[in-house]
């Protein structure tokens, strides 16, 4: 067997091994994987090759399943913490992998044997561009015409511009190329000869730094406590789901749900997290699944957004609204994951992968602003910017994606942090992804707790967050504080504030109303929704959206079609109680 691994350049593990040899780490160090991504030629479909970094592996043998079944030893190769394998996708399905030594399992990551990959930059093929950003040198995407078969059209191209085909998302007949291009002039040079071919729809260029958060936390608000998530019906919405839909006495039937988060890793040494490791977590039907990458400490972007979904309770860190579930739930699966570090691009490919994966709900906590947006105060935004050029790249690319989605995955909805830039979520020379208008977009804001003592279902129990991004286009808001994991049990973690962690509490009510009612579409989920909402902030009247308005105005009809109820004109708040009410409700007119 192989024990030496590829040209380093094309690594981050793989796997299809098992009972492999290994020569690692201190006997105390839990087994962890920390990436796991395609590697090697992208364009492969049939042998795919993943390349996976590991850590806490012992000398002796060991094993790795996918989908709970061992896999052979075949083409496997490995040296220090860094492993490679080859699959036959013909021959498995996507699903959680793991690696087992001696009693101890790893944390399971998601393997998806989509075809939808793209590469990310290294430190030495970025550069800063005339908007002090970084951008890729040599790397951009071409959206090919439908009316043009994409591989052959992007195999074309590259021989014609000397560049090479090295990435593709093909449902969205978009490719990457590597061009010969030196500098960002070569590039930009190059982009406007390809922009002009009759084929091309769109370059995408990508501005990222590698290690750059997905959505930066905004300013940390007050401190999080029960209040916050109360504003919300957080506990009074489990309780409801717990009680109403025990099996045992009859209650409502539920339904799996998967869920896709597309961030980097979770903690699975944080408290929160530490019992998704070790055994099939699936031989429970009703318990919640999570699948991630490992990461290095408890307090990352990762870690908060998926603990709002997945954290264990009474742990002293995060607690996971689908974890309240447990005890009636259907078996949520959570996977956590991006493509690569390839910045928005990645976060498409991933998208699409867990799409074809049978993902049902797409948490997106991140988003961006073009250069020159301004807030709400007529003041310049100056973090999480792309140039204008990446932004009309972008603005195509998810076009194609929202396209696909209708066509071929209409009951798939996707949750959009609004941003924290206090400043338009729905205007597309601003911000994207928020600004798409389709049903299967929900755009969150974020609310925090207000100083007055009122009743939660008062306007005035919560006042819009000031970094919030506000308009006509924001569906809803909910709690934007939380507190995040901690490394030790019983700790209070630090408060973290943002659309981000609004985001996933509306992500994870959507699943539960999935699971008791798989059969509401995007439309009907948003009504349900909106008809649900207590209020927030003063009406105002359908006049243009100023500073205080923060989502658009609750209407006659989603109030029984009553002109004169309270709520009418006011901007919508997530009653995540009511929601639940409401989904048991929508299944007597389908009986």
């Given at each position: 067997?192989?024990?030496?691994?590829?040209?380093?350049?094309?690594?981050?593990?793989?796997?299809?091994?098992?009972?492999?040899?290994?020569?690692?780490?201190?006997?105390?160090?839990?087994?962890?994987?920390?990436?796991l991504?395609?590697?090697?030629?992208?364009?492969?479909?049939?042998?795919?090759?993943f390349?996976?970094?590991?850590?806490?592996?012992?000398?002796?043998?060991?094993?790795?399943?996918?989908?709970?079944?061992?896999?052979?030893?075949?083409?496997i190769?490995?040296?220090?913490?860094?492993?490679?394998?080859?699959?036959?996708?013909?021959?498995?399905?996507?699903?959680?992998?793991?690696?087992?030594?001696?009693?101890?399992?790893?944390?399971?990551?998601w393997?998806?044997?989509?075809?939808?990959?793209?590469?990310?930059?290294?430190?030495?093929?970025?550069?800063?561009?005339?908007?002090?950003?970084?951008?890729?040198?040599?790397?951009?995407?071409?959206?090919?015409?439908?009316?043009?078969?994409?591989?052959?059209e992007?195999?074309?191209?590259?021989?014609?511009?000397?560049?090479?085909?090295?990435?593709?998302?093909?449902?969205?007949?978009?490719?990457?190329?590597?061009?010969?291009?030196?500098?960002?002039?070569?590039?930009?040079?190059?982009?406007?000869?390809?922009?002009?071919?009759?084929?091309?729809?769109?370059?995408?260029?990508?501005e990222?730094?590698?290690?750059?958060?997905?959505?930066?936390?905004?300013?940390?608000?007050?401190?999080?406590?029960?209040?916050?998530?109360?504003?919300?019906?957080?506990?009074?919405a489990?309780?409801?789901?717990?009680?109403?839909?025990?099996?045992?006495?009859?209650?409502?039937?539920?339904?799996?749900?998967?869920?896709?988060?597309?961030?980097?890793?979770?903690?699975f040494?944080?408290?929160?997290?530490?019992?998704?490791?070790?055994?099939?977590?699936?031989?429970?039907?009703?318990?919640?699944?999570?699948?991630?990458?490992?990461?290095?400490?408890?307090?990352?972007?990762?870690?908060?957004?998926?603990?709002?979904?997945?954290?264990?309770?009474?742990?002293?860190?995060?607690?996971?609204?689908l974890?309240?579930?447990?005890?009636?739930?259907?078996?949520?699966?959570?996977?956590v994951?991006?493509?690569?570090?390839?910045?928005?691009?990645?976060?498409?490919?991933?998208?699409?992968?867990?799409?074809?994966?049978?993902?049902?709900?797409?948490?997106?906590?991140?988003?961006?602003?073009?250069?020159g947006?301004i807030?709400?105060?007529?003041?310049?935004?100056?973090?999480?910017?792309?140039?204008?050029?990446?932004?009309?790249g972008?603005?195509?690319?998810?076009?194609?994606?929202?396209?696909?989605?209708?066509?071929?995955?209409?009951?798939?909805?996707?949750?959009?942090?609004?941003?924290?830039?206090?400043?338009?979520?729905?205007?597309?020379?601003?911000?994207?992804?928020?600004?798409?208008?389709?049903?299967q977009?929900?755009?969150?804001?974020?609310?925090?707790?207000?100083?007055?003592?009122?009743?939660?279902?008062?306007?005035?129990?919560?006042?819009?967050?000031?970094a919030?991004?506000?308009d006509?286009?924001v569906?809803?808001?909910?709690?934007?504080?939380?507190?995040?994991?901690?490394?030790?049990?019983?700790?209070?973690?630090?408060v973290?504030?943002g659309?981000?962690?609004?985001?996933?509490?509306?992500?994870?009510?959507?699943?539960?109303?999935?699971?008791?009612?798989?059969?509401?579409?995007?439309?009907?989920l948003?009504?349900?929704?909106?008809?649900?909402?207590?209020?927030?902030?003063?009406?105002?009247?359908f006049?243009?959206?100023e500073?205080?308005?923060?989502?658009?105005?609750?209407?006659?009809?989603?109030?029984?079609?009553?002109?004169?109820?309270?709520?009418?004109?006011?901007?919508?708040?997530?009653?995540?109680?009511?929601?639940?009410?409401?989904?048991?409700?929508?299944?007597?007119?389908?009986?």
């Amino acid at each position: 067997m192989p024990r030496t691994l590829p040209n380093k350049r094309t690594l981050w593990p793989a796997l299809l091994l098992l009972t492999l040899p290994f020569t690692a780490a201190a006997a105390e160090d839990p087994i962890r994987i920390q990436q796991l991504q395609r590697c090697g030629d992208l364009l492969e479909t049939q042998k795919q090759t993943f390349c996976l970094r590991v850590k806490g592996l012992q000398a002796g043998d060991w094993q790795a399943r996918l989908n709970g079944e061992a896999l052979s030893a075949e083409q496997i190769s490995g040296e220090d913490e860094v492993l490679q394998l080859q699959l036959d996708a013909e021959a498995k399905q996507s699903g959680p992998l793991v690696l087992e030594q001696q009693g101890q399992q790893s944390n399971p990551v998601w393997l998806s044997l989509g075809t939808s990959h793209v590469v990310a930059a290294k430190a030495d093929e970025v550069a800063k561009n005339m908007d002090g950003l970084t951008s890729y040198v040599d790397l951009i995407s071409v959206v090919v015409e439908e009316d043009y078969d994409g591989a052959k059209e992007a195999k074309r191209l590259a021989e014609k511009y000397d560049a090479k085909v090295v990435g593709m998302i093909p449902p969205l007949n978009t490719y990457q190329l590597r061009l010969a291009a030196k500098n960002l002039d070569e590039r930009d040079a190059t982009v406007l000869r390809l922009g002009g071919e009759v084929s091309v729809d769109a370059v995408v260029i990508e501005e990222s730094g590698a290690e750059e958060s997905i959505e930066a936390d905004a300013d940390k608000g007050p401190p999080a406590d029960n209040e916050e998530w109360a504003s919300n019906r957080f506990l009074d919405a489990v309780n409801f789901y717990q009680r109403r839909l025990q099996r045992e006495s009859g209650g409502v039937e539920t339904h799996p749900v998967r869920i896709g988060v597309i961030e980097r890793d979770v903690d699975f040494d944080a408290p929160d997290f530490a019992d998704y490791s070790g055994g099939d977590c699936r031989t429970d039907s009703k318990r919640i699944c999570l699948y991630a990458r490992d990461a290095d400490e408890p307090s990352g972007h990762g870690s908060t957004v998926s603990g709002i979904l997945a954290a264990a309770w009474n742990k002293g860190g995060n607690s996971g609204f689908l974890r309240g579930l447990d005890d009636v739930g259907p078996g949520f699966d959570v996977i956590v994951g991006r493509d690569s570090d390839a910045g928005i691009t990645a976060n498409i490919a991933a998208s699409v992968n867990m799409v074809e994966d049978g993902v049902r709900v797409l948490n997106w906590s991140w988003g961006i602003h073009r250069v020159g947006a301004i807030d709400v105060n007529g003041d310049p935004i100056d973090s999480l910017v792309r140039s204008g050029i990446a932004m009309s790249g972008y603005e195509e690319l998810l076009e194609e994606f929202f396209l696909w989605l209708r066509e071929e995955h209409p009951n798939v909805v996707v949750v959009n942090s609004a941003g924290n830039g206090s400043s338009f979520s729905g205007r597309d020379e601003y911000r994207l992804p928020s600004s798409f208008v389709t049903d299967q977009l929900f755009v969150v804001g974020g609310h925090q707790r207000s100083e007055k003592d009122v009743p939660v279902e008062d306007a005035e129990y919560a006042i819009k967050r000031k970094a919030s991004n506000i308009d006509m286009r924001v569906d809803i808001t909910a709690a934007a504080c939380v507190h995040g994991s901690t490394a030790k049990a019983d700790e209070e973690g630090d408060v973290h504030c943002g659309t981000s962690y609004a985001t996933p509490l509306v992500a994870g009510l959507l699943a539960a109303m999935l699971s008791i009612n798989p059969e509401l579409e995007p439309d009907q989920l948003r009504m349900l929704l909106r008809r649900s909402a207590m209020t927030i902030g003063e009406e105002y009247d359908f006049e243009p959206t100023e500073g205080d308005d923060l989502t658009a105005p609750i209407l006659p009809s989603e109030r029984a079609n009553e002109l004169n109820n309270p709520d009418v004109g006011h901007s919508a708040r997530l009653d995540m109680y009511k929601a639940l009410d409401l989904t048991v409700k929508s299944l007597d007119r389908v009986r």
